[in-house]
């Protein structure tokens, strides 16, 4: 096991993330620290870091590299971005940090810093083409993906910090200095010609796109604060933009979402993101929880191990990262979620499952059915359930996440107990409810054919004849606690689906 340290120093803010690496290559993050350093506003009118900027800066460094010995860091990875790239002493400060903490400070460019925020999107968001944006203090990187690869970037020097120091915003904003502050954002906007008009979603990275996902959260009464793969209508957006200039400060403090100290540099930001959807034309936004840190992340995984730099398949990676950090048998989840798809496929006329929607859910639900072990063998479906619900299921959208975690919690039997006083049952319809049972039986069928865990089943073949279920085994031995499970599920079969479950077991001679 290895723990791996990740700095970004921003023109915003200084974040730690701190990285376990487990000799399966499962990560988890165990520690995260963020330090408003505001930067990108400690800076003379020659565009020199300030002495309070360096003061700070060391400060914080020194907390950090603390905090890695604390926590028995095996390796750091430190870099910074448009403030100190900017400066004509961000270098000068980049050594006096490495010396005063010993962490070395890399300062990276505009276009290595969009190429890592594609990285932590891309291996995060189920995307395939999207408008990539990193909004950050004093720079905002804008990234064009195309089918999954990045096609085109620049690094544009205007962010939610510096604007808001420039056009002097902090409080009731004048309506001039707005229009200046526009006029110059659309002439760097204008620097990224390929976005213009292409209608893709955007994708929002960085402090900003996360205030402007909360703030849309609390509008829409959203059932989780989960902002990762967070989408919602650019058009609600621009309504509610219309009011925010007009402002003042202690009432943008005030807005539901919006913590407070991101009140102030608000209008300069979500301007940018407004300029950046008229731009484009986008309908959408994807607001994304990963980016440069978990880039940086990726990249160290890809050098390191044998992880791909870009993921082929996000769901996969997602729950093979979970069932390694959690599963007591990986072998047993992968024989139940391959029996579970097994027997979707032979009875898709009995439980009308849609294939596209639900064997993604079957699957994941098979494969970490059992993962609330961990926490506790009694109730673990219950368990197993909320991990699935909390955790970091990359590759599908929040309700289908709700959808599986409910598959999980209900393998031993559909129990609406557990959706009391869910904030999210009242989206589930009735229908779907029933879908979630058969579902769920066909995961308690395939759980009940390794009962045992010891693979005693060779096969299966699931059928049907003569309008009823017929289930055949082939195995070297009668699976006696197999069928006998199997027995226990004869009354469930018959109340969703309609008819009887026959069990058929041919023993093979050795």
């Known amino acids: ?64 590299a603390a905090m890695c010995r604390l926590y028995h860091v095996d390796e750091t990875i430190a870099v910074a971005t448009a403030a100190m790239r900017n400066a004509p002493n961000g270098a000068k400060l980049a050594k006096a940090v490495s010396q005063a903490s010993g962490i070395n400070l890399e300062i990276i460019s505009g276009k290595t810093e969009a190429s890592l925020s594609y990285l932590g999107v891309i291996n ?27 096609v085109e970037s620049v690094s544009l020097p205007i962010g939610c910090v510096n604007l808001t120091k420039n056009f002097k915003l902090n409080n009731v904003v004048d309506p001039d200095a707005l229009n200046q502050m526009r006029r110059a954002i659309s002439q760097q906007v204008q620097k990224a010609p390929w976005i ?25 009464k959203y059932f ?77 995984l890809h050098q390191h191990t044998s992880k791909p730099l870009i993921t082929p398949d996000i769901l996969d990676t997602a729950r093979e990262n979970m069932i390694h950090l959690y599963s007591p048998d990986e072998e047993h989840c992968r024989l139940v979620a391959r029996y579970a798809l097994q027997l979707f496929d032979g009875w898709q006329s009995l439980h009308k499952l849609d294939p596209k929607k639900w064997k993604p859910l079957v699957e994941t639900a098979g494969l970490l059915h059992d993962i609330g072990i961990t926490i506790n063998y009694y109730n673990h479906t219950r368990h197993s359930g ?65 009962y045992t865990q010891t693979e005693t089943i060779e096969s299966i073949e699931p059928a049907l004849v003569n309008g009823n279920a017929v289930l055949t085994l082939t195995t070297s031995r009668t699976p006696s606690v197999e069928l006998q499970m199997l027995q226990g599920m004869t009354k469930w079969f018959r109340k969703n689906f309609g008819c009887s479950l026959t069990v058929v077991v041919k023993e093979q001679q050795n």
């Not at 213009?196 to 609390?218: D, F, H, M, N, Y």
């Not at 793969?229 to 403090?253: M, V």
């Not at 909390?390 to 209900?410: E, S």
């Open 386 to 450: 909320y991990l699935i619900e909390n955790g970091k299921l990359f590759g599908l959208n929040h309700l289908d996440v709700v959808y599986t975690a409910i598959l999980a919690a209900w393998h031993h039997g559909m129990n609406r107990g557990y959706l009391r006083n869910k904030p999210y049952r009242k989206l589930i319809p009735e229908a779907d409810l029933k879908r979630l049972s058969n579902g769920a039986l066909l995961l308690a069928l395939a759980e009940c054919l390794d």
């Open 224 to 300: 989780t604060s989960k902002l990762h793969n967070y989408q919602f209508a650019l058009q609600d957006f621009k309504e509610w933009y219309k009011t925010l200039p007009g402002t003042t400060l202690a009432t943008r403090r005030r807005i539901p979402g919006l913590s407070n100290d991101r009140a102030d540099v608000i209008i300069a930001g979500a301007s940018i993101i407004k300029a950046l959807a008229d731009r484009s034309k986008a309908r959408k936004m994807i607001i994304s929880g990963c980016g440069l840190r978990e880039g940086l992340f990726s990249q160290y």
């Open 1 to 64: 096991m290895k723990r791996i340290a990740i700095i970004d120093v921003g023109s915003n803010s200084a974040r730690l993330v701190i990285m376990e690496v487990h000799s399966s290559t499962a990560c988890n993050l165990v520690y995260n620290q963020k330090d408003p350093l505001r930067l990108a506003l400690k800076t003379d009118k020659k565009g020199y870091l300030t002495e309070e900027a360096f003061a700070a800066t060391t400060l914080c460094m020194k907390n950090f």
């Open 196 to 220: 213009a008009g292409c209608g893709l979603p955007l994708v929002g990275v960085g402090g900003t796109a996360r205030s402007i996902g909360k703030i849309e959260q609390k509008r829409a």
């Open 124 to 150: 995060t968001i189920d995307v395939k083409d999207a408008v990539v944006f990193d909004l950050g203090g004093a720079s905002t990187e804008v990234i064009l993906v195309r089918d999954r690869k990045l």
